[in-house]
């Protein structure tokens, strides 16, 4: 079984780090372009981060740029995302993804598995 597990969220303040993982697991994501996406209450899903199968190629969407980063580890089949200067506006379930279409000029568009998400919480 194809899965993609994240973990690393939970509840911080204004200002703060997290680092939120994913690691995959039934196939190898090796040669898979990878995403981080979220979802605040109520609203639709987002794009944040994603990273081409080496490693070597990122792509930010406007709010993570600056202050997240996103990284990969093919040995161990995961995947990061480096969150710094965290704001209440980033509360949110974040999601990875592995992607179909990598890009390192827009946001991928063939998302072949989801996560279940983590939850953030970034209180003022």
């Known amino acids: 079984q194809v899965q993609l597990v994240e973990s690393g969220g939970g509840s911080v303040q204004t200002g703060d780090s997290l680092r939120l993982s994913c690691v995959g697991s039934?196939?190898?994501?090796?040669?898979?372009?990878m995403a981080w996406f979220r979802q605040a209450p109520g609203k639709e899903r987002d794009f944040v981060a994603s990273?081409?199968?080496?490693?070597?190629?990122?792509y930010y969407a406007d709010l993570a740029k600056g202050r997240f980063t996103i990284s990969r580890d093919n040995d161990k089949n995961t995947v990061y995302l480096q969150m710094n200067s965290l704001k209440p506006e980033d509360t949110a379930i974040y999601y990875c993804a592995a992607v179909g279409d990598y890009s390192p000029w827009e946001p991928p568009l063939v998302h072949e598995y989801w996560g279940q998400g983590t939850q953030v919480t970034v209180s003022s």
């Open positions: 039934g196939r190898n994501f090796g040669n898979s372009g």
């Open positions: 990273i081409s199968w080496t490693g070597s190629l990122t």
